[in-house]
């Protein structure tokens, strides 16, 4: 690398010093939810887009931002509360209708921990609806829809027998993530203390634990998806190569984010070469590849090469 070495001697500190911060923001919205969550004062059950409307609050999308890293290729939906004993049922031919490829995740309410999850990789459109065993306790159903339909059928969802929601029929424009785009211009100072830390954790994983850098990165990641990714310095660009036979049963998606974590662009990759070009700042990426059907073939790591290499000094 071209850069200067020198990074590490500020980075690093200022990086554990937001990655305590991080885990402190987290641990405060976690409590007060305990007390003031919108969620669990609803007297029903509904279902909501995210959309910019959904995160016009800066409180919801300060939480958002400490959750999870932004999936800007999949539409998503969140439903509940629920109050379930037993179990929960899923309308999955709607699903189904919806998108070819789709995850349904339960988390529960309090601390939106993931719990369990079903998919299109993991059901058959002729077994609806789908049931799922639960312990008694306040839950959330998030869907993800990958390629899908205008409009899209958001299913019917069935708690202890008794229906819960009904389907519903929402617009869904292929550009109706479009709006991830403006969220930078929402970008303050405590966003970028939050995800300060997220550039240096990549950029010097090496010195840290896998597993550690993994599940710091990506908190509630599709557990069907293969995940690359990366920190990229000033001047410094990406060359992806990607063995033709992958496409044949997994669709690739490329997104890149600003250093704190806010959408710059995404789009899906169908080709086998493909270069993220050089920025004058400091960026993340990554790359998602997710399984087309069940009969896909187990990915082979020498199908994946990333290749970062210095072009301009900035």
């Known amino acids: 690398m071209s850069r200067p070495s020198w990074d590490v001697l500020w980075e690093v500190p200022l990086g554990l010093l937001s990655f305590l911060f991080s885990r402190a923001l987290k641990a405060t919205l976690t ?16 279902w909501q887009v995210v959309s910019a409307e959904f995160l016009a609050s800066p409180l919801k999308l300060l939480w958002t931002m400490s959750r999870a890293r932004w999936n800007l290729h999949a539409l998503i939906a969140i439903a509940g509360p ?3 004993q037993t179990s929960l049922q899923l309308d999955t031919a709607s699903l189904f209708r919806s998108a070819p490829s789709w995850t349904a995740v339960i988390y529960t309410l309090q601390g939106f ?31 993800r ?24 029929t929402r617009p869904a424009p292929p550009d109706a993530n479009w709006f991830y ?24 994983r090496h010195w840290l634990p896998a597993r550690f850098v993994h599940d710091t990165f990506l908190p509630v990641p599709n557990p069907e998806t293969h995940f690359y ?27 890149h984010y600003s250093r704190d974590c806010f959408p710059l662009d995404w789009y899906p990759l169908t ?12 960026t993340l990426y990554i790359l998602r590849i997710h399984p ?23």
Do not use: C, M
């Open 292 to 314: 087309k059907h069940r009969e896909a073939v187990p990915l082979q790591t020498t199908w994946v090469d990333l290749s970062p290499e210095a072009t301009t000094q900035p």
């Open 113 to 143: 921990k993931t719990l369990t999850s079903i998919s299109s990789l993991t059901t058959d459109p002729t077994d609806s609806p789908v049931e799922i065993s639960l312990p008694p306790g306040r839950y959330l159903v998030g869907l």
């Open 82 to 84: 629920f109050t379930v």
């Open 181 to 204: 785009r403006d969220l930078i211009q929402r970008r303050r100072w405590i966003h970028r203390w939050l995800n300060y830390y997220v550039y240096p954790l990549l950029r010097y």
């Open 229 to 255: 990714f990366g920190a990229l310095a000033p001047g410094e660009r990406l060359t992806i190569q990607l063995a033709p036979a992958l496409f044949n049963d997994y669709a690739v998606y490329l997104s």
């Open 271 to 282: 080709v086998p070469e493909h270069r993220i070009p050089a920025l004058p700042e400091k």
């Open 145 to 168: 829809h990958y390629h899908w339909s205008d409009p899209i059928e958001l299913p019917a969802i069935t708690v202890d027998g008794q229906l819960a929601l009904t389907a519903e």
């Open 31 to 46: 409590l007060l939810s305990r007390y003031y969550n919108p969620a669990n004062r609803k007297a029903k059950p509904d």
